[in-house]
C-alpha cells in the first residue's frame, strides 16, 4: 500500500522551526539552501510519498527562497525534473537566464541538475514533484525552450496533469504500490505531453490513450501472476471494465487476447533463449501466468504454427530439459531446422 507522510515545524519548538524545515527541504527535496526570517514565526508543513519512481510533495509554508548550487548539484545528481503546481501564494522561478512568476492556477517545470533559485514572495501552498528526466523529456525536445514557462492547469493538457497531480494527493494513501506506480507513470506522461504541445510537436493524447497506457504499464508489470484479469485490473486502476474493453477497441484485438499474445511472446523468447534451456516447457509457461500445459501448448500452436517442443528444437535451444524429451540436434539438421522454422514463421 502507498503511504503518504506527513511532517510540520509544529513538531518544534519556535526557535528550531527554520532549522529544522531546512533540513526537510535538504532531504526530501534534494539538496538545496533555505532562506527565511530567523525570527521564530517560520511555519511550514509537508506531505509526501512515492508513486513510482514519482515523488510527490504538498508543501505549504511562510515565505522563504531556497537555491540550488553547482556543489550542491555534486552531492545530489539524480537527474529529476521538478515540477510546481502553485496552489496559493506567488513563486519566482529562475534559472540558466530565465525568469518567470507563478500564481495559483499554474505550473512550472525546472532542472534539478542546473543552478537554479526559487522565492516564495508570500505563504505558500504548493504541490511539488520530482519527476525522473527520461520519462518527461524526448529526443528532439528543446528544454531551454520549455523549461521555466508557465503553464496553465486550466485548459489543455495542463489541466488534465494539474487535475491528475491534486487527484493523487488524495488517492496515494488508498492505493496499492502498483496503483500508485500507474498514477506516476500517466501523470509523467502528462507532463510530457504539454511540453510537446508547448512546443509545437503533433501529439494525438487522448483520455482513451493515457488509460490504455496505464492499462499496459499495470500488465506488463503482473504478466507472470496468474491471477491477472480484467476484473483486476479495473480494480486497480480504479475504472470500469467497459472503459478498460473501450480503450483497446480500435487496436484489433480484446485486451484477453492482448494479455494471453504477450506471455506468448515472452515464452516464445524464452525457449528460444539460452539462458532458459535448463527450464522445462511446462517451467517456463508457468512462470508467465499460464496454469495448463495443456492450455498452453494449444494457444501456442495457434499463435505460431508450431509445438513449444518443436519450437524449442528449432530454435536451437542446446539443453533441452530430459524430461520434455528434446535431444540436442546436429549441427547440419538445426541448419536445416532454422531454415524451416524461418518458413514456417513467416508463413503463420
Known amino acids: 500500500m502507498a503511504t503518504l507522510e506527513v511532517v510540520s515545524t509544529d513538531q518544534v519548538a519556535p526557535k528550531e522551526r527554520l532549522p529544522y524545515w531546512k533540513d526537510l527541504i535538504w ?3 534534494g539538496r538545496l539552501r533555505s532562506e527565511a526570517r ?4 517560520f511555519r511550514g508543513r509537508m506531505e509526501y510519498g512515492d508513486a513510482g519512481e514519482v515523488k510527490l510533495c ?7 527562497r531556497v537555491s540550488r548550487t553547482p556543489d550542491l548539484i555534486r552531492q545530489d545528481d539524480r ?5 510546481v503546481v502553485q496552489l496559493e501564494g ?3 522561478f529562475e534559472q540558466s537566464g530565465h525568469k518567470t512568476l507563478l500564481q495559483p492556477g499554474e505550473w512550472s517545470i525546472y532542472d534539478t541538475m542546473k543552478s537554479y533559485s526559487v522565492s516564495n514572495t508570500s505563504d505558500i501552498e504548493q504541490m511539488v514533484l520530482l519527476v525522473p528526466r527520461e520519462k518527461v523529456l524526448t529526443a528532439g525536445m528543446n528544454a531551454d525552450e520549455l523549461l521555466v514557462q508557465r503553464y496553465s492547469a486550466q485548459a489543455g493538457i495542463g489541466r488534465l496533469a494539474g487535475h491528475l497531480i491534486r487527484k493523487a494527493y488524495d488517492e496515494l494513501g488508498e492505493c496499492s ?3 500508485a506506480e500507474a498514477v506516476g507513470d500517466a501523470i509523467a506522461q502528462l507532463l510530457r505531453q504539454s511540453l510537446m504541445e508547448r512546443a509545437g510537436k503533433p501529439t494525438s493524447l487522448t483520455l482513451r490513450e493515457a488509460l490504455r ?6 500488465i506488463h508489470r503482473n504478466l507472470r501472476d496468474p491471477d491477472l484479469s480484467i476484473d483486476r485490473i479495473a480494480a486497480a486502476l480504479r475504472c470500469s471494465k467497459r472503459n478498460l474493453h473501450k480503450a483497446f477497441s480500435n487496436d484489433g484485438a480484446t485486451l484477453s487476447d492482448s494479455i494471453w499474445r504477450l506471455r506468448l511472446e515472452h515464452c516464445r523468447r524464452d525457449l528460444a533463449s539460452p539462458a ?4 522445462s516447457i511446462t517451467e517456463i509457461a508457468f512462470s508467465w501466468g499460464f496454469s495448463s500445459a495443456t492450455h498452453f501448448s494449444k494457444a501456442f500452436r495457434e499463435a505460431f504454427g508450431t509445438s513449444p517442443k518443436l519450437y524449442r528444437m528449432m530454435a536451437g535451444s542446446e539443453a533441452a530439459p530430459p524430461e520434455e524429451g528434446v535431444s540436442a540436434a546436429q549441427p547440419g539438421a538445426d541448419l536445416l531446422a532454422r531454415a524451416v522454422m524461418r518458413e514456417g514463421v513467416a508463413s503463420s
Open 79 to 83: 537527474g529529476y525534473l521538478k515540477v
Open 177 to 179: 504500490a502498483e496503483s
Open 27 to 29: 532531504q526530501l527535496l
Open 38 to 41: 530567523a525570527d521564530g514565526t
Open 58 to 64: 504538498r508543501l505549504s509554508a511562510s515565505s522563504h
Open 276 to 279: 532458459c534451456a535448463w527450464k
Open 90 to 92: 506567488s513563486t519566482w
Open 213 to 218: 497506457d496505464r492499462i499496459r504499464a499495470y
